[in-house]
């Protein structure tokens, strides 16, 4: 399974494109699936007074609650990135749009929105595109640099970006 994570700070487009990627992505009928980091805290929305919220406080070690095709865990502890990625791979995924999760070591799209984040590109690991709304100089970084409004221009050269990677 291939995983692409597209990190930036709040605002930075990256919903806007983890959307476009799993669309073209899923246009070659290519399986893909996404995983958002919750970046706000506390319990994701939906979840405070459910049932299942509250069989995990009881001492359930994971709790699901399923309705209108979507399944949502939860569990004792916190998620171990390895435990997320295998429910991926157990529904046979081949690509995993990973929206945010910036520590993890995984091929990444990074998104830039004003001079302030430019440390993202000295912090992160595997950057193999980087999308931003100002001017930087392509000499200066060994990855290839498109402008946001370039989207279109990623597209084209995304599979080169990751070639021969959809599989295990």
């Given at each position: 399974?291939?995983?692409?994570?597209?990190?930036?700070?709040?605002?930075?487009?990256k919903t806007t494109l983890a959307k476009t990627l799993i669309?073209?992505?899923?246009?070659?009928?290519?399986?893909?699936a996404?995983?958002?980091?919750?970046?706000?805290?506390g319990i994701p929305v939906g979840m405070k007074e459910t049932d299942s919220e509250k069989?995990?406080?009881?001492?359930?070690?994971?709790s699901g609650v399923e309705g209108q095709n979507m399944l949502q865990l939860s569990n004792q502890y916190a998620?171990?990135?390895e435990q997320m990625i295998a429910i991926y791979k157990l529904l046979k995924t081949e690509v995993l749009v990973?929206?945010?999760?910036?520590?993890?070591?995984?091929?990444?799209?990074?998104?830039?929105?004003?001079?302030?984040?430019l440390h993202l590109l000295e912090q992160m690991t595997n950057i193999r595109a980087v999308m931003t709304r100002?001017?930087?100089?392509?000499?200066?970084?060994?990855?290839?640099i498109f402008k946001?409004?370039?989207?279109?221009?990623?597209?084209?050269?995304?599979?080169?970006?990751?070639?021969?990677?959809?599989a295990d």
């Open positions: 399974m291939q995983i692409i994570q597209i990190v930036g700070y709040k605002s930075s487009g669309t073209s992505l899923a246009k070659k009928g290519i399986k893909v996404s995983l958002k980091h919750h970046g706000h805290g069989h995990r406080q009881a001492g359930a070690i994971i998620w171990e990135m990973m929206e945010g999760f910036k520590q993890y070591n995984y091929n990444k799209i990074v998104l830039i929105r004003n001079e302030e984040d100002i001017q930087l100089k392509q000499t200066s970084y060994p990855y290839p946001q409004e370039e989207i279109k221009d990623f597209h084209k050269c995304f599979f080169s970006l990751f070639p021969n990677q959809w």
